[in-house]
């Protein structure tokens, strides 16, 4: 192997690859609308929005590297996010903090559990359970928009969302690369029988991977309430949409995951994924053709990380 | 005698209605290798698997150094003595060479939850160091090694923490030389320490060489244990199949005439990194065989002459000038193609033996553009009992089947199809011997009615006794041609491949 192939393999090859792109879109972008687009504030307000999406990427990472899906961290963001309003007029940021922690991994325990006790799809699973999370999101709030408190905002803004944060990329690095889960979760995605003949408990790591999902689905629900400072509780799936910006984000840190470093993945890809979608808007595009621009992008840029082998099955 | 290591005491296993193993007792001493043949089906694999984990038994006991052994699965058998080498691959894709190899076994590593992962790295580095596999390298992820590297690793896996018990499962037909090398030297190391080594293979010549001690399972049933140094070949077989096996084994005939009729010509055919410019013309009746190490080539130039290799260049062409360039123009042209990689390439695992068979003709069953289940269902069962496959009935999922009968679903497919050029790729890989008998014998018929045959094969002694003519392959281009004759010798051809 030549040295630049062992180049194009290693872990600095993976980053500079993932800053490239992002300066390859601000620069896009930048060029043409100088104005509207890009300066330092501005990209420090894109970074805002991808560190709640890239949160709960983090969790989400789990569960789509084993294999399964979880259709219900929509709901999951609004259930959380109300509870945690709830609970700060009850108890102060303890309560913002805890309480969507705790909710979301009851959630995810839920959601875990049935899908191992009932060995059906994850993807109906958590789609059945999302209905039942939206009801008791509108139980709690009686279908009222609610509103955190001032006082309990600081969340919502650097520093302390930056440290949030990175509190939560710390803890999925290190559960990936210091703990049994993390080798646990590689193994049961890369081939189910032959973990379960090593000794792994595959249906209790498969539940460890969803309770997993559903606390970084908790802290992203921290930081979305005190970025948007309201939250209303939906219905008929409406929550689905809260689904996808965090997985764009998964999908980099998948791509990368041969690079040995998802998380870091996962941030700079929800980032470039902002660099997308404010790029549009300050072109003033509608949003329609953002969603098919940017869809395509996400698409390419995987296509091209992921190179797969010729023949080989996809599923 | 030597003591007494492993004592297996009416072991007894069933999988639905098939009784696998039927009270089993077997002694098993320390300081031997010690073989275990049988027929496919014959419960030597369900045996071992009962042993280290991979299956619970039904009843029985096993007892090792006066222990009771109830392995869980593999990593609770390694605890308990014992470890296995299966013949496919047993790594785990994404996860470094240090990870596979501690599997299951992390918490020697951890600390209040915290995995030490350089102490990790650096122990399963200085196994790899130790076994002379330096060239691999404990943090790199497993995926960047050969399938045969990998086989190297999961040696390094079963046995660094020296059990008492090893088994290796057919390990050896999915090793090229070296790794075989390297694997009968851990073998010699392991009966050496006083520990036992249970050695299963279906090649018989190898199994006499490599073992001392040799016991016969036959349905699932323990039918004797020999001396390995009092044995040949056609006394094992005759344990195996219960009667004398005729040494008819290969075709007897000598210059028969092979047709000028030229049914598939294959030109300058190049796959980057496998085949470089290789040509090749199949005649009517004709089987050819094609020989070489393992990596040479041989496997891809199936592929490409069935349209599934990518980026090919070069031409297969038909008698009527038809171009083979995708895998269905190829079956629509009655090409068949059986993979060396059977569960990967060949089959659908997780269906059935009837789907399996029907799959390719299911047009072919179609009454007014209707499948009719009843139709597919005796299509198989025909198929399925003339391969004489050992089955519950072809409702059961290839997944419970062994691998020799896997096989024969393969084949019974192909025959159901009726194709007229046939691809085997390792067609006899993992097959007793009574079963190979079967396919030498069914190739046979086949060219005398017309077929053409492509076998590729690893085994010398196949390629000499089947093919009309071989050919030799060396880094992907021919090195050498050989027509059928009584006195071409496996020294002649090994000469073309090394």
Redo the contacts between chains.
């Keep these: 192997m030549s040295k630049f192939q062992k180049f194009k393999q290693s872990q600095v090859f993976g980053l500079l690859l993932l800053i490239f792109i992002a300066f390859v879109f601000w620069a896009i972008f930048k060029t043409l609308a100088p104005e509207t687009f890009g300066d330092f504030n501005r990209l420090q307000t894109y970074l805002k929005t991808a560190l709640i999406y890239a949160v709960g990427g983090c969790g989400l990472y789990f569960i789509c590297v084993m294999g399964p899906f979880d259709m219900s961290v929509g709901a999951n963001i609004v259930l959380s996010s109300v509870i945690a309003v709830k609970m700060s007029n009850s108890f102060g940021y303890a309560g913002l903090i805890f309480a969507p922690m705790i909710v979301g991994v009851l959630v995810g325990l839920l959601n875990g559990l049935v899908y191992i006790k009932l060995r059906i799809s994850s993807l109906i699973v958590t789609a059945g359970l999302s209905l039942v999370y939206e009801a008791l999101s509108i139980f709690a709030t009686n279908e009222k928009n609610v509103i955190l408190g001032t006082s309990y905002r600081a969340f919502g803004d650097y520093p302390w969302n930056l440290i949030l944060a990175l509190f939560a990329f710390c803890l999925c690095g290190f559960i990936l690369k210091y703990t049994k889960i993390g080798t646990y979760t590689y193994a049961i995605g890369s081939n189910e029988v032959v973990a379960k003949n090593m000794g792994v408990n595959v249906d209790k790591y498969k539940v460890v991977a969803f309770v997993l999902c559903g606390l970084f689905v908790g802290i992203e629900a921290v930081l979305t309430i005190s970025y948007g400072t309201s939250m209303t509780s939906e219905s008929n799936l409406a929550s689905m949409a809260r689904n996808f910006p965090p997985l764009m984000g998964t999908f980099f840190g998948l791509a990368f995951k041969k690079y040995g470093h998802p998380v870091v993945a996962i941030v700079i890809g929800e980032f470039i994924i902002q660099l997308l979608f404010q790029g549009f808007v300050a072109l003033g595009a509608p949003t329609t053709v953002q969603n098919i621009v940017t869809g395509i992008v996400l698409l390419a840029i995987v296509t091209m990380t992921i190179k797969p082998v010729k023949g080989a099955v996809v599923k | 005698m030597s003591e007494i290591l492993l004592h297996a005491e009416k072991i007894d296993k069933n999988f639905g209605v098939t009784h696998a193993i039927d009270h089993v007792t077997l002694d098993f001493y320390k300081g031997e290798i010690h073989a275990l043949i049988g027929e496919n089906g014959s419960g030597k694999s369900t045996f071992t698997s009962c042993l280290t984990?991979?299956y619970h038994k039904d009843s029985g006991e096993f007892t090792l150094n006066g222990t009771e052994v109830n392995a869980?699965?593999?990593?609770?058998g390694n605890y308990q003595g014992v470890a296995i080498i299966v013949q496919e691959i047993?790594?785990?894709?994404?996860?470094s060479v240090a990870?596979n190899i501690f599997?299951?076994k992390?918490?020697e590593f951890?600390k209040c939850?915290?995995?030490n992962?350089n102490a990790m790295n650096k122990k399963a580095q200085e196994l790899l160091d130790s076994y002379g596999f330096n060239y691999i390298k404990a943090t790199d992820?497993i995926?960047?090694y050969n399938f045969e590297d990998r086989k190297l690793i999961e040696i390094v896996k079963a046995t660094h923490f020296k059990p008492q018990i090893l088994v290796v499962d057919e390990t050896t037909t999915a090793l090229g030389e070296k790794g075989r090398i390297e694997l009968f030297k851990v073998m010699k190391q392991t009966r050496d320490d006083g520990r036992c080594v249970i050695f299963i293979s279906h090649d018989l010549e190898e199994v006499i060489e490599q073992s001392d001690t040799i016991s016969v399972l036959r349905d699932g049933v323990y039918i004797d244990t020999v001396k390995s140094a009092d044995v040949t070949p056609d006394d094992l077989k005759k344990l195996m199949v219960g009667r004398e096996m005729s040494n008819d084994y290969y075709r007897t005939d000598y210059g028969e005439r092979v047709s000028d009729e030229v049914v598939l010509r294959g030109e300058h055919l190049t796959v980057p990194g496998e085949i470089d410019d290789f040509s090749i013309e199949l005649h009517k009746g004709e089987i050819i065989g094609i020989g070489g190490l393992s990596e040479c080539g041989m496997h891809e130039v199936g592929k490409a002459l069935f349209g599934?290799s990518?980026?090919r260049k070069g031409t297969v062409t038909l008698a009527d000038g038809t171009q083979i360039n995708d895998i269905k123009t190829a079956i629509d042209h009655s090409i068949a193609y059986a993979s060396k990689d059977r569960d990967n390439e060949s089959l659908v695992i997780n269906d059935t033996i009837q789907d399996n068979i029907c799959l390719p003709s299911l047009e072919e069953l179609k009454k007014n553009h209707i499948l009719h289940a009843k139709d597919q269902k005796v299509f198989a069962e025909k198929y399925a009992k003339q391969m004489s496959t050992k089955m519950e009935g072809v409702h059961q999922f290839m997944s419970a089947l062994s691998g020799g009968n896997k096989q024969k679903v393969v084949l019974a497919r192909w025959i159901g199809k009726d194709s007229d050029i046939v691809i085997l790729d390792s067609p006899t890989r993992g097959i007793d011997v009574k079963v190979k008998a079967d396919i030498y014998q069914l190739m046979d018929t086949m060219r005398k009615n017309g077929k053409s045959i492509i076998m590729i094969s690893e085994e010398i002694a196949e390629l000499l006794g089947m093919a009309d003519r071989i050919i030799i392959m060396k880094d992907g281009r021919q090195s050498g041609e050989f027509k059928r004759a009584e006195d071409l010798k496996d020294t002649d051809l090994i000469a073309e491949m090394v």
């Design positions: 984990g991979i869980r699965n593999q990593v609770d047993g790594t785990l894709s994404g996860l990870e599997l299951g992390e918490d951890t939850g915290v995995k992962t992820l995926d960047n599934a990518y980026d």
